[in-house]
């Protein structure tokens, strides 16, 4: 009988930061129909118990917290309470983010700071976390959602592409870092993905932005999703420090 190839990430535990829409609850799911138990995380309770009822079927192997992922002891007494419940912490998805899209002369330093504690400082809180789980089991995963904005830069929100450009840089150099360790780091660089917000927009204007694709098609939460659960797998055992880009070859 031939093996699945994701067999591998059967009852693993998955942490994902922002899971409760788009891009995260995309990629809760995935792991979930993989067999992985998942510990998905959002910064109010009403959406993370939302995401729950969406995710009935999966009630044992689901549990939804809500924390503050810019404080460092909220995010070690979290995966404290996912190893008294679960034996180990395998991979973590580093997925939670904001976007910004305000011009460079009316940038305040708090629109700085709020974009860059959630899309950067939380990852380097949330990677230190489960660092200190994944060192003592010799073994672990951290992914890192960046964006197509880290290679090209964007024209306005100048934080967003700075703190995604930060987050490969934290990917490659933590790789670097960590391999001793038995862990691995990578990240995934969306395109532009149908997340609802997108698909609340004009049809005509969706299907332009299409027709600007390569591929001919805007990304899917989904497409993300398989590239998380590859890069998690034992497929991609000796990939660390990529940054994979996922955006039907889309160039801004
Ligand atoms: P989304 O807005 O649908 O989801 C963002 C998630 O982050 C939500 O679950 C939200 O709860 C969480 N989050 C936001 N602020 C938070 C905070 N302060 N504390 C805790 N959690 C918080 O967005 P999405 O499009 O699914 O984006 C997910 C990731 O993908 C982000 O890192 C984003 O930068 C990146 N990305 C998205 C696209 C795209 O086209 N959608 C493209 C490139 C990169």
Redesign the pocket.
């Known amino acids: 009988m031939s093996k699945n190839v994701f067999d591998d990430l059967k009852n693993k535990v998955v942490v994902v930061?922002?899971?409760?829409?788009?891009?995260?609850?995309a990629t809760v799911k995935a792991f979930l129909q993989q067999g992985s138990k998942v510990v998905m995380?959002?910064?109010?309770k009403e959406?993370v118990d939302k995401a729950l009822h969406e995710l009935s079927e999966y009630k044992d192997t689901v549990m939804g917290r809500?924390i503050?992922?810019?404080d460092l002891s909220a995010c070690i007494d979290l995966l404290k309470e996912v190893l008294q419940e679960w034996g180990s912490v395998d991979v973590l998805i580093n997925?939670?983010?904001?976007?910004d899209s305000k011009h460079f002369y009316s940038y305040e330093d708090a629109d700085f700071d709020r974009v860059m504690?959630?899309?950067l400082r939380?990852v380097f809180l949330m990677s230190k976390a489960a660092a200190e789980v994944m060192k003592k089991q010799k073994k672990g995963v951290i992914l890192n959602?960046?964006?197509?904005?880290s290679i090209y830069g964007q024209p306005a929100g100048v934080a967003?592409p700075t703190s995604?450009f930060a987050v490969n840089g934290m990917t490659k150099s933590l790789a670097r870092e960590l391999g001793k360790d038995g862990i691995r780091v990578n990240a995934v660089?969306?395109?532009?993905?149908?997340?609802?917000?997108?698909k609340a927009l004009d049809p005509n204007m969706i299907s332009a932005m299409a027709k600007g694709v390569p591929v001919q098609r805007l990304?899917e939460?989904e497409d993300?999703a398989n590239a998380f659960l590859f890069l998690a797998s034992d497929m991609a055992s000796y990939i660390s420090g990529a940054v994979l880009s996922v955006d039907g070859a889309y160039v801004l």
């Open positions: 930061t922002g899971g409760t829409r788009g891009i995260g609850f995380l959002g910064s109010r959406t809500y503050d992922l810019n997925n939670a983010g904001v976007s504690n959630i899309n939380s959602t960046s964006s197509m904005v967003y995604k660089a969306p395109g532009i993905i149908a997340t609802d917000m997108v990304g939460p993300i």
